[in-house]
């Protein structure tokens, strides 16, 4: 067997990189030239060619590989419109863009330079209602 299942349907185990590079169907060519850059930059201490800090308990990766398949999503977002306590987008200029509302992640600046974390949910629910006040009222 090529690869051992450590969960059902998440971890994977290769013991070696072409397994593991067929399996993802990756080109092996440039992940064998990952790896031997990153293995290299471990060993020197330092990654001349991303200027990434290297702790000093890093070792080279060798084989057995364990990969798994990550798909990017949005978890969180730290920009956004700007709003104001009647949850009205504000133009960059700090007008109010008539008729336009917004709540929740799409809006920046709630919460400083913090992501929202345990409080994404009353800022979207407190703004949601005050944005939905805020278009009733608008809309009549």
């Given at each position: ?23 993802y169907e990756i080109p092996y060519t ?111």
């Open positions: 067997m090529i690869y051992e299942h450590t969960d059902d349907t998440v971890i994977q185990r290769f013991d070696d990189l072409t397994s593991l590079a067929a399996y440039g992940l064998h030239h990952t790896l031997t850059r990153y293995n290299q930059a471990v060993i020197d201490g330092h990654d001349a060619a991303f200027a990434k800090p290297i702790v000093a308990q890093a070792k080279p990766l060798q084989a057995p590989f364990y990969a798994l398949r990550l798909q990017p999503k949005a978890h969180s977002t730290m920009g956004g419109v700007r709003i104001n306590p009647q949850a009205q987008v504000l133009r960059r200029n700090g007008q109010v863009i008539p008729n336009l509302y917004a709540a929740g992640e799409v809006c920046g600046g709630i919460h400083g330079v913090s992501r929202l974390a345990c409080c994404a949910i009353t800022e979207c629910l407190v703004f949601g209602r005050i944005a939905g006040q805020q278009a009733a009222l608008n809309s009549q």
